[in-house]
């Protein structure tokens, strides 16, 4: 039997706005769609596509796609091409937050000089971890509490304080105050270490238990990571970033070593 594949020609990128670097989504759902034919494969991609956009309208137009007849067995072409045209467009979108700054500072030349100050850089790299929990990405190294489970999942401070070598309470009761920049920075290193993006995910309804995340890629979810890190460090008065890549992949480089000198003479607030 043949079928008749109807895909839209382009992609609106106003509907499809990413949040992800368009690579790294492009190479994700590579992935995703190298396993075809799995179990809940179209789950699989729902999910990513959730994620990767800010609107809803990607995973809605997937999953509204052909499925075959009540009973049969899915055909997955429609499904393989739409995502693969996606895939195609997406990867050469430009990155979020490129847009054209606003009125006053495309008219008058004005731009914000304004950088975080190590308090604010704190509350904002505990919002990050707070959604990359809440995505499953710590769960291959935590676990995730169940209902059905024989026991509780790990306690996230003992992971964190094994793996560096002293006490760490988390999650910090006050953390514009409780951490020390030689802390903080532990703290990025370790954490790109520790996310793996779940593949799969689902609901258990059971005492309302929620989602479950299961097959685990460290790749994708540190690229992610290292991206999201990096567009908060930029902003900073720290001068840090991630490395991308040699030696130095996923731990902390100066970028400004005379505004790290002279921040490290003051007291942590």
């Known amino acids: 039997m043949a079928y008749l594949v109807a895909v839209p020609a382009t992609f609106d990128p106003n509907n499809y706005e990413l ?11 590579k992935r995703l769609r ?7 494969w179209t789950s699989d991609v729902e999910w990513l596509l959730r994620e990767a956009f800010v ?38 979108w430009p990155e979020p937050g490129t847009r054209k700054p606003y009125w006053s500072a495309r008219t008058t030349g004005r731009t ?6 190590f308090r604010d850089i704190k509350r904002s790299f505990l919002q990050l971890i707070d959604q990359f929990e809440a995505d499953g990405y710590l769960v291959h190294a935590i676990g995730q509490g169940c209902v059905d489970a024989d026991g509780p999942p790990l306690d996230p401070a003992a992971v964190l304080s094994r793996r560096l070598g002293y006490a760490v309470e988390w999650p910090p009761r006050q953390p514009r105050a409780g951490w020390t920049l030689d802390q903080f ?24 238990c929620g989602w479950h995340y299961s097959t685990f890629a460290t790749g994708p979810a540190r690229r992610l990571y290292r991206w999201r890190v990096n567009r908060l460090l930029a902003a900073s008065t720290l001068g840090l970033r991630l490395a991308e890549d040699g030696e130095d992949l996923g731990r902390l480089v100066r970028v400004s070593p005379p505004a790290l000198r002279t921040f490290r003479r003051r007291r942590s607030r």
């Open 19 to 29: 949040r992800w670097p368009p690579q790294l989504f492009a190479d994700e759902a």
């Open 34 to 40: 190298d396993r075809k034919g799995s179990s809940d």
């Open 55 to 92: 609107s809803t309208e990607p995973a809605e137009v997937f999953s509204q796609l052909s499925s075959g007849d009540w009973g049969e067995p899915i055909h997955y072409t429609e499904h393989e091409q739409w995502l693969s045209q996606l895939i195609q467009e997406a990867a050469i």
């Open 112 to 117: 914000s000089s304004a950088r975080l100050e």
């Open 185 to 208: 920075c532990d703290l990025v290193e370790v954490f790109h270490d520790l996310v793996a993006r779940p593949s799969t995910r689902w609901y258990q309804d059971f005492s309302s």
